[in-house]
């Protein structure tokens, strides 16, 4: 049996990303998101979005740039404590020994400590309640090379411990399943 419950956002799970931005050092911050994802695979597209009264809601809104830095279990406490903390008051960078490195297309620092960084170019931002919506083109990846696998070329996801967040909680991924297409396949 099924309870109703009111509506509610309950897609889990989620990413938890640290999104940095700010185009010199002076602004550079960081704000953890989960409410981000994929929206179009060619051109590659993506949004995140942002309550306007977060510290980094304007940074991102003048700048129009930032970059999607996925995280790991490794850096499971930076993701949340970015994601309690405001950049009013702190200086993320420093207080969790993060890194700010150069994207290659735009100005928003990446963080070195992510096996992979997302350089973002705003298109529209759109106003929808309690959120503005900050629909992107990707630019530019940058990926941690100890997660390329020399062989193959690809990137191996699986060895970077990436990070999930589901209702409040954050996991680990938990056991290799299947991969794309497993179902259909006769050597499962
Ligand atoms: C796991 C997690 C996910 C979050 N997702 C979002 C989000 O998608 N959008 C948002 O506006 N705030 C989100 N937050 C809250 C902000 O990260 C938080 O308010 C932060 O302190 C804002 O930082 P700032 O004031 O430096 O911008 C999330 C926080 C956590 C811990």
């Known amino acids: 049996m099924k309870i109703n419950w009111k509506p509610g956002t309950m897609i889990y799970p989620l990413p938890a990303v640290m999104i940095s931005c700010g185009s010199d050092p ?64 702190h200086n993320k960078f420093e207080e969790m020994n993060l890194t700010p490195g150069k994207s290659a297309v735009i100005k928003a620092p990446t963080i070195e400590e992510s096996p992979l960084s997302i350089e973002c170019k705003v298109k529209e931002i759109i106003p929808l309640g309690s959120h503005d919506m900050f629909i992107a083109d990707v630019v530019n990846v940058q ?46």
């Open 26 to 89: 002076s602004e550079y911050n960081i704000i953890t998101a989960s409410w981000v994802g994929t929206l179009c695979t060619n051109p590659p597209m993506c949004y995140i979005s942002i309550r306007p009264e977060r510290h980094s809601y304007p940074i991102l809104k003048a700048n129009k740039e930032f970059v999607i830095n996925l995280t790991t279990e490794k850096l499971a406490y930076a993701t949340d404590w970015c994601g309690v903390k405001s950049g009013k008051d």
């Open 143 to 188: 990926a941690d090379s100890a997660y390329l696998n020399e062989e193959t070329g690809a990137f191996d996801m699986q060895n970077a411990g990436l990070l999930a967040y589901s209702h409040g909680k954050y996991y680990g991924l938990g056991e290799f399943i299947g991969k794309f297409g497993w179902s259909v396949k006769k050597d499962k």
